[in-house]
């Protein structure tokens, strides 16, 4: 996640400090990134802004790197659990996904019902009760932060981007069309584990 923010963070530079003097990347993809801006380098001729970007292209190159060795691990590691090559069946979880709730969950036996692993994790609405009155409010946000929003991501690619059938899609289209997307892709992602 880190890696990820920092390359963002000086793909973000790059692009402002070539802005200064009227140069634009544009909307591209990020394999064609460094290409575009050595082009855009060798269009300027200008060396004052080629020697202050040079160093930032080859540490972003490094970070790259250092991602794509971090993913193959993670993929290994990912395929030697039998729990996390079970949960990567699903549409949407990959390798980090199923690490990350492996490593946050580790025995899935001390849950009685996958409701009490949604409140664990922070996937429940928050319940005010006093008296008569008895509401249902936002999600109560609880436990581990991150595997939340990286469920959340899941369920969000499964109700978005696939297209393949699934009982659990099915039925989170039918809650969408009730209560709206964003309650819908809380409660797929409640019920993925």
Not at 8 to 27: D, M, P, S
Not at 59 to 68: C, L, V
Not at 88 to 105: D, N
Request: hydrophobic share 45%; net charge positive.
């Amino acid at each position: 996640m880190q890696l990820v923010a920092a390359q963002l963070q000086i793909e973000n530079t790059i692009r402002g400090l070539l802005k200064v003097y009227g140069l634009k990347i544009g909307a591209i993809h990020r394999n064609r990134f460094a290409a575009r801006v050595i082009d855009l380098l060798g269009m300027a001729s200008l060396p004052e802004l080629a020697a202050a970007i040079q160093p930032l292209l080859r540490i972003r190159e490094s970070m790259r790197a250092e991602r794509k060795a971090f993913d193959r691990s993670f993929a290994a590691l990912s395929r030697q659990d039998e729990v996390t090559r079970r949960l990567m069946t699903i549409p949407g979880v990959g390798p980090v996904t199923s690490l990350a709730f492996k490593a946050t969950i580790d025995d899935t036996d001390r849950f009685i019902t996958s409701k009490a692993l949604g409140a664990h994790l922070g996937l429940t609405p928050r319940v005010y009760q006093s008296g008569e009155i008895d509401r249902s409010g936002h999600i109560s946000k609880c436990g581990d932060r991150m595997m939340r929003h990286l469920l959340y991501e899941a369920a969000s690619v499964l109700m978005t981007r696939t297209r393949k059938w699934s009982r659990l899609r099915a039925w989170g289209v039918s809650v969408a069309k009730r209560r709206g997307m964003k309650r819908a892709t809380v409660a797929v992602a409640r019920n993925l584990p």
